[in-house]
């Protein structure tokens, strides 16, 4: 095999600091004990759920509040009373039906 085909197929698996084409390359698998040590280092099983999105920005860990939920109801508060006033109530306004 040659080396730039072998470092195609490990480049997925291999961090690239790590893996030079002379350590792919050679025959002794002397050459690859920094590679083993490094993934020997990582850590093992299955890595925890994160919650991501929303629900993980604003309800989940450290930052959990209910400052999103008000401000969701304020705004959509807001908005009907803007486009409440733009449809009907500024008809209303110096005089009355």
């Known amino acids: ?5 072998v470092r195609r197929q ?7 600091k790590i893996a ?4 792919v390359a050679s025959d002794s ?7 083993v040590s490094f ?11 994160k919650v991501g999105g929303i629900k ?3 309800f989940v860990g450290n930052n959990a509040s209910g400052k999103p939920i008000v401000a969701t109801i304020a705004g959509l508060f807001l908005l009907g009373y803007t486009i409440d006033y733009q449809m009907h109530l500024k008809h209303h306004k110096n005089h009355a039906h």
């Open 1 to 5: 095999m040659h080396a730039s085909l």
């Open 10 to 16: 490990l480049s997925g698996l291999v961090p690239p």
């Open 20 to 23: 030079t084409p002379k350590l």
């Open 29 to 35: 698998g002397a050459g690859l004990s920094p590679l």
């Open 39 to 49: 993934y020997s280092k990582l850590p093992k099983g299955r890595a925890p759920p």
């Open 56 to 58: 993980g920005r604003y």
